[in-house]
Every structure is written in structure tokens, then in C-alpha cells.
Nanobody, 120 residues
Framework: QVQLVESGGGSVQAGGSLRLSCAAS????????MGWFRQAPGKGREGVAL???????DYADSVKGRFTISRDNAKNTLYLQMNSLQPEDTAMYYC??????????????WGQGTQVTVSS
């Protein structure tokens, strides 16, 4: 089992920045892919960024050039640096880990989420 705890969400004005963190514990040595997803009110879940142990990284088109996913293996922590935030980025953000290859569709473990609100 893997436990994930997100932090770093908050309220910012458009154009601002936030850095989300996801602290992982448990059987993380079996994890291959890590990522961030988000869900806005009344909308479905959307993949934001993925990264894998082989160096693979991918982003949703809507965040390319603005968001950066990174990891600190020594701290067992996944990050999402979000710059140039826009109101449409407002959502609950979740980190998610997966044993297998990266997928935009699903994951094996999910955090509880951290809220990001961007005002215009």
C-alpha cells in the first residue's frame, strides 16, 4: 500500500504561482509512474502531468509551458510547480501513483486532494 498526502493549495490571483507537494509513504519502491490530476466543479477528472522512473514526462496541452512536474526521491515527494495560473486552473488537485506504465486514465493510489482557486 502507498499513502499520499498533498499540500500547497490555496487561493491566488490570475498570473500567480503555487507549488503543490505530494508526500508519499509505504511501498513506494513498487511505484513506476507518478502524476497530478485535477477536477473542477461539475467537470470530470483531468490529467495534468505525469512522470515515470525512466524519465518520461508529459503534460496536458492546457498546462504545457506553465506547469512543471518534479520529484525529490530523497524526500519521497512529488511536486507540481504552477506558474501563470488562470481561473480555468481552479480545481481540486490530486496526486496519483501507479505501479505500471503511465496512463492518463487511472492510477492505483490517490491522495485526498488540495484545492487551488484562481481569481481573475
Amino acid at each position: 500500500q502507498v499513502q499520499l498526502v498533498e499540500s500547497g493549495g490555496g487561493s491566488v490571483q490570475a498570473g500567480g504561482s503555487l507549488r503543490l507537494s505530494c508526500a508519499a509513504s509505504g511501498d513506494i519502491y513498487s511505484i513506476y509512474c507518478m502524476g497530478w490530476f485535477r477536477q473542477a466543479p461539475g467537470k470530470g477528472r483531468e490529467g495534468v502531468a505525469l512522470t515515470a522512473n525512466d524519465g518520461y514526462t508529459d503534460y496536458a496541452d492546457s498546462v504545457k509551458g506553465r506547469f512543471t512536474i518534479s520529484r525529490d526521491n530523497a524526500k519521497n515527494t512529488l511536486y507540481l510547480q504552477m506558474n501563470s495560473l488562470q481561473p480555468e486552473d481552479t480545481a481540486m488537485y490530486y496526486c496519483a501513483f501507479r505501479h505500471g506504465r503511465c496512463s492518463w486514465g487511472d492510477a492505483d493510489y490517490w491522495g485526498q486532494g488540495t484545492q487551488v482557486t484562481v481569481s481573475s
